[in-house]
């Protein structure tokens, strides 16, 4: 019987790709089901033998691992270099978008308080 391996939902393409790459590597039989037109459901890699699940769990741990590790010390070293993103280097490369997300919190904060605005007075 198929187990779900990976859920492909918020998955970059390179992981995914990187992940089938360590499946083939390995022999490891596997399949992949595609999102859904409607985007209810968002696909993803399924171990085909119940026996190779294991394997399967302990390489894409392992991949994880190494994939966290590496992505960590990129940022540390964009800290140090001073290219990380931050707050300000967002709002001077995208103004428009750093406001409307503004103004949608603050919206949300509202509609949040508006209960305890009516129900005091």
């Known amino acids: ?7 492909l939902r918020n998955v970059p393409d390179d992981e995914a790709d990187d992940v089938r790459a360590l499946l083939d590597a390995h022999d490891i039989a596997y399949y992949e089901t595609r999102p859904s037109m409607w985007g209810i459901s968002a696909g993803g890699i399924f ?13 894409i741990a392992a991949y994880q691992e190494q994939r966290r590790t590496r992505a960590r010390a990129e940022y540390a070293e964009a800290v140090r270099d001073g290219t990380a993103e931050t707050f ?3 709002l001077r490369a ?3 978008r750093v406001v409307l997300t503004l103004l949608g919190i603050l919206f949300l ?8 605005i009516l129900l005091r007075g």
């Open 47 to 59: 171990v085909t033998e119940d026996h190779a699940i294991v394997e399967a769990n302990r390489l």
């Open 109 to 116: 904060l509202g509609l949040v308080a508006l209960p305890v």
């Open 1 to 7: 019987m198929s187990k779900l391996l990976l859920n």
């Open 94 to 96: 995208e103004p428009g």
């Open 88 to 90: 300000w280097t967002a």
